[in-house]
């Protein structure tokens, strides 16, 4: 490498206007980067603000045809749907997640029929169908079992597929989940769905306004640690992603996002498969919290992030942001 030096090189030549700038930029945000989470609730007409993540709602099945157009004509090409379960379906089997009529089949249903131009991804997890909000069964110890689950997991995805998902994407951190939805699909005749695998999910305290959403926060009983990866652990997240990858996961993803973006660059770096980061609930929160302050700009630190995250390989962000997001970036 040639290494010049002052003042034969001047570095800030290449930042010294405008257009300069844009010629020289090495990482570009496009909307199509964006997939918009979305909360679901039961109602007609409804909106429902979530506190702790204000400038967010909740949205009955007949308004998120309205959703989905804005994503399609904010050129957003994917959205996730998360449902908050009325309080009497949840059990300790979660058997309303296996409900063909569940919130979020009707939803998948109404988006489809709708703006089906936009992609639907969804949750593959248990926790807003328990009545204890783990992600999967649990022992009368209060573990989560890893292979009874896997198997509910399965029978949720299949659900979800036929309902018209086009992305089944498993939050739970099962092991071998990947392998058994894949199987079931596969044998179900179901090959053009496709799986993004939360595959380096971490035990995170920036889920908190998420689980309101969801409707889940209250009803935890102590934490994910015994299936989420401890935040000490970054090795370990090449490990994960090997095994989703060689079970059959398509894409994977990254879980926070700028308290890992280390995590993200090193799995692109070693895998270079699609990789996605989620700027989960409570980045979100933190950002709005800081705009509200007056410590920062909200636009700006919007686009700064999702810039961080591409420059850190990401392929897309999963973003609460995105719809803020996308009309920033087309001017
Ligand atoms: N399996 C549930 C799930 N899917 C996505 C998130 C978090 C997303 C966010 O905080 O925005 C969680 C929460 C959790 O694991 O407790
Ligand atoms: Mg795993």
């Not at 306004?209 to 935040?231: T, W």
């Not at 652990?233 to 992603?241: I, S």
């Amino acid at each position: 490498m040639v290494t010049p030096s002052f003042p034969s090189m001047r570095m800030r030549r290449g930042r010294s206007s405008p257009w300069i700038r844009d010629m020289l930029a090495e990482h570009r945000l496009h909307p199509s980067d964006l997939i918009w989470p979305l909360f679901i609730c039961e109602g007609e007409g409804q909106e429902e603000p979530i506190s702790t993540l204000p400038g967010v709602s909740r949205w009955s099945v007949d308004r998120l045809a309205e959703k989905a157009r804005e994503a399609r004509d904010l050129g957003i090409p994917c959205i996730a749907l998360f449902p908050n379960t009325p309080p009497a379906l949840r059990t300790d089997d979660a058997r309303e997640a296996l409900n063909p009529d569940n919130l979020i089949c009707r939803a998948i249903k109404a988006i489809k029929d709708a703006v089906p131009e936009v992609g639907v991804l969804t949750d593959v997890a248990l926790d807003p169908y328990t009545a204890h909000g783990h992600d999967g069964v649990v022992d009368d110890r209060g573990r989560v079992l890893n292979d009874e689950t896997s198997a509910i997991l399965v029978q949720q995805s299949l659900v979800q597929a036929l309902a018209g998902a086009d992305i089944v994407a498993p939050s739970d951190m099962m092991d071998g989940r990947v392998g058994a939805i894949r199987a079931g699909l596969e044998k179900a005749g179901l090959i053009d769905v496709a799986i993004m695998a939360y595959a380096a999910k971490y035990a995170s305290a920036f889920y908190g306004p998420f689980r309101d959403a969801v409707g889940s926060r209250g009803l935890l009983k102590g934490d994910k640690r015994g299936y989420q990866m401890d935040p000490a652990n970054g090795a370990e997240a090449l490990r994960e992603v090997a095994l989703d990858l060689a079970e059959g996961a398509d894409m994977v993803m990254v879980k926070p996002g700028l308290p890992y973006l280390d995590v993200l660059a090193r799995v692109k770096d070693a895998f270079g498969v699609p990789t996605f980061a989620y700027q989960v609930s409570g980045e979100y929160a933190m950002i709005e919290a800081a705009a509200a302050a007056g410590a920062g700009e909200r636009e700006a630190l919007v686009l700064e992030t999702l810039l961080a995250f591409k420059r850190a390989g990401a392929t897309g962000v999963l973003t609460y942001h995105a719809p803020l997001a996308a009309r920033l970036m087309a001017g």
